[in-house]
């Protein structure tokens, strides 16, 4: 029981940094340019690709540093030759355009790739059991990825509360006009933090690339749940989203771990049941239901705190 | 002139099907080209074209060419409806479908209801791969034919030989959360329990088909129940990443499978250095002592970088071109009377039969296991150099399960 309990605490955690890496970046762009970036999990199947790609060309640790200074690069791109044009035309408009980018890059990323999963390895020097604990081998790779996440979270803290660079973006978070008028390029601020937020996201692509699936879906396996990050952590505030995800992250996880279901919590309290339809919800157990848990969440907290765990706004 | 244009647009493309319609006989490849599912799939559409050349150079169906036309159905059965009526549009009147019974649940009442519909232009659906018993018991339909053995024959096969195995004590389930994976679970359930009390089940799992990428909370759950035996109907994906993550985790148990020799499969054995602890159910395998299966294998070896995961596909093309042959004529109805009861000389050795009461085909059943090889076994699978081998053959008549089915035949 206990190896179970710890052997799920490190997958939830590690999990949850996984989703933070990405929806810190998400959550960021929501509160500077008040648009929801739907496109937001395709960079990160984009981070995954570009390091599979240069990863082949260069090696893993190349790739690790150019796969996301690529998509950050798009990114950049995106923002300033697509979102600044369009935030004309509102906020549906934006949101229409990240939604319809999202489908660009996966219909993309299938005519170079192809649609099935592209083989996207350990690298060797990382492919060993770090440690065994209760005779469970735990992987190098993952405690890899445990640590990157750990160190850009640290980064992205000290960058956005220690320095000039951070100041200017929260203060342009919440008075973006007051800022400009400060002198500083608002415009340039928004390209630099979409650009920073979408190579975080392909970051996670990277390092989550040959520990999960690297194929064309990937994007859409993940990007729901981004969403719920955001929303259960509240709009725009990035220690929500960093609860938020490890809560997610170990929601998910533990209940996968869980037998129990309603027959089991109550008994078969009627034998009459066993024969009809409600016989299905009767026996479903935990561990069945936990890819629906972060959506039910999702919409509890709509219902219940709006403003998000952490966040100050209604949403 | 642009509604010369359109109408033009409209035009020429029904032209061209209707022409080349005369000369080709095509089957719609209806199964997963995209998503989780697609690794299986293409490999699937791989093999078919193999056949459909092979029964090409032969002459192909009554001096007709085959040709294989693929549909991406996602592995969704909604998504499949709208394939097989885009096939049917285009005047193919052979689908064959196999990853997913959901979708072949789906697939068998469109084709029932079409066909009841449009009398004259019947089309015929061949199943090469979704096993779930229901689609010939009560799902049973007259268009409908099944190459590959139900789940319950198979699990029947499995338990039979895990009989014998005296060291399981402990036996978790874990499958896909759908119609198939279901009819695992309940069967292995049922099945142990006659056979073998003693055994005890601490686990039963069921988790989304195709949509986990990390099995690794599943592992540990195993781990901590204590299981030395792991029975599975996983395929595909959630095949290979379950093992994947079991070979990170280092958990050693035995593990009972249906799919193991699918992509990706054998290459999470030999990862998680299971030999000879990786046991698989099927119609068979490339090690077996026969000529013409070991001639087959080389040629779609030479050709491709898999092996024949499909041993169920050769023996449906191989008899479809019978069928044409006997009712000489390649028209559905007739060719779906000719299947019926057909006797044939399977791919792998021995006999097979179409039973007429509920179209699932019957054929020797293999069990086997994947590990180091002897001069027996020439094959390796996935350049592993590991490779399957035999353990036990069931013959024919012993894989014969009644059926429930009531079929409906056309008048």
Redesign the interface.
């Known amino acids: 029981m206990l190896e179970l309990i710890v052997i799920s605490t490190l997958n939830g955690v590690l999990f949850g940094m996984l989703l933070f890496l990405m929806a810190s970046g998400l959550t960021v762009i929501f509160s500077m340019l008040g648009v929801l970036n739907f496109a937001h999990a395709s960079f990160y199947m984009l981070g995954a690709f570009f390091g599979f790609q240069i990863s082949r060309w260069f090696g893993f640790w190349p790739a690790l540093v150019i796969a996301p200074l690529l998509a950050g690069a798009i990114g950049a791109a995106v923002e300033r030759y697509g979102l600044r044009r369009v935030h004309k035309n509102g906020h549906v408009a934006e949101l229409l355009f990240t939604f319809g980018l999202a489908f660009a890059i996966e219909e993309v990323v299938q005519i170079i790739w192809g649609k099935s999963p592209v083989d996207f390895r350990v690298p060797p020097s990382l492919d060993f059991s770090a440690f065994t604990i209760f005779s469970t081998n735990y992987p190098a790779y993952k405690m890899f990825m445990l640590l990157v996440s750990i160190l850009i979270f640290a980064a992205l803290l000290v960058t956005l509360k220690k320095t000039r660079i951070g100041l200017i973006v929260q203060a342009a978070l919440t008075h973006p006009h007051m800022v400009g008028h400060l002198g500083h390029n608002v415009g340039r601020i928004f390209m630099l933090v979409f650009g920073v937020g979408t190579a975080l996201a392909a970051v996670a692509g990277v390092i989550a690339g040959p520990a999960l699936v690297t194929q064309a879906n990937m994007a859409g396996l993940l990007g729901p749940i981004l969403f719920v990050v955001v929303v259960v952590g509240g709009l725009g505030s990035l220690p929500g989203a960093f609860v938020a995800s490890l809560l997610i992250g170990l929601v998910q996880t533990f209940a996968v771990s869980m037998n129990g279901s309603l027959s089991g919590a109550f008994g078969p309290l009627s034998p009459d049941y066993a024969a009809t339809w409600l016989a299905d919800i009767w026996n479903v157990t935990i561990a069945q239901i936990a890819p629906i848990m972060p959506y039910v969440l999702l919409v509890l907290i709509l219902i219940f705190r709006p403003m998000g765990l952490l966040g100050t706004r209604d949403t | 002139m642009r509604k010369l244009m359109m109408a033009a647009a409209i035009a020429l493309p029904m032209f061209g099907t209707a022409a080349i319609a005369q000369e080709t006989v095509k089957i719609a490849y209806i199964d997963p080209?995209?998503?989780?599912g697609?690794?299986i799939?293409?490999i699937g559409l791989k093999t078919f074209q193999f056949l459909a050349e092979e029964l090409n150079a032969k002459g192909g169906l009554l001096g007709k060419k085959v040709e294989i036309v693929p549909f991406?159905n996602k592995t969704n059965p909604q998504e499949s409806l709208i394939q097989a009526q885009k096939a049917i549009d285009q005047g193919i009147r052979f689908l064959t479908q196999g990853n997913g019974s959901s979708v072949a649940g789906a697939l068998t009442d469109f084709v029932s209801k079409y066909n009841e519909r449009n009398p004259g232009k019947e089309v015929l659906y061949f199943n090469y791969a979704a096993v779930d018993p229901v689609l010939t018991n009560e799902k049973c339909s007259f268009w409908h034919f099944r190459w590959d053995a139900n789940s319950d024959i198979k699990m029947e096969a499995l338990t039979n030989y895990m009989k014998t195995a005296t060291a399981i004590k402990n036996v978790y389930l874990i499958n896909q959360?759908y119609s198939f994976g279901h009819s695992v679970r309940t069967a292995a359930k049922s099945m142990l329990g006659a056979k073998r009390p003693d055994i005890k089940i601490v686990?039963d799992?069921?988790?989304?088909l195709l949509?986990i990428?990390?099995f690794?909370?599943?592992i540990?759950?195993i781990?901590?129940s204590g299981a030395d035996t792991v029975v599975t109907g996983n395929w595909g994906?959630d095949f290979a990443?379950l093992l994947k993550a079991s070979a990170?985790?280092?958990?050693k148990v035995n593990w009972y499978t249906y799919y193991a020799g699918g992509t990706g499969g054998p290459t999470a054995v030999k990862q998680a250095n299971l030999n000879h602890q990786v046991f698989q159910v099927g119609e068979g395998i490339a090690n077996l002592d026969n000529k013409p299966s070991q001639e087959f294998e080389k040629a779609l070896r030479a050709k491709y970088d898999f092996s024949l995961f499909y041993p169920r596909a050769v023996n449906q093309m191989r008899m479809l071109a019978a069928a044409a042959d006997k009712a000489k004529s390649i028209d559905p109805i007739k060719v779906a009377l000719a299947l019926e009861g057909m006797e044939f000389d399977v791919f792998n050795g021995g006999k097979g039969n179409m039973r007429k009461d509920d179209h699932q085909f019957f054929q020797p059943i293999y069990i086997s296991s994947l590990g180091e090889r002897t001069a027996k076994e020439p094959f390796d699978e996935e350049k592993t150099g590991w490779g399957w081998k035999l353990i036990a053959r069931i013959d024919t008549a012993q894989t014969v399960l009644p059926t429930t089915c009531k079929m409906e035949r056309p008048k």
């Open positions: 080209l995209s998503g989780g697609a690794s799939g293409e991406d959360d686990g799992e069921l988790h989304p949509k990428t990390d690794a909370p599943y540990a759950k781990k901590a994906q990443l990170d985790a280092g958990l």
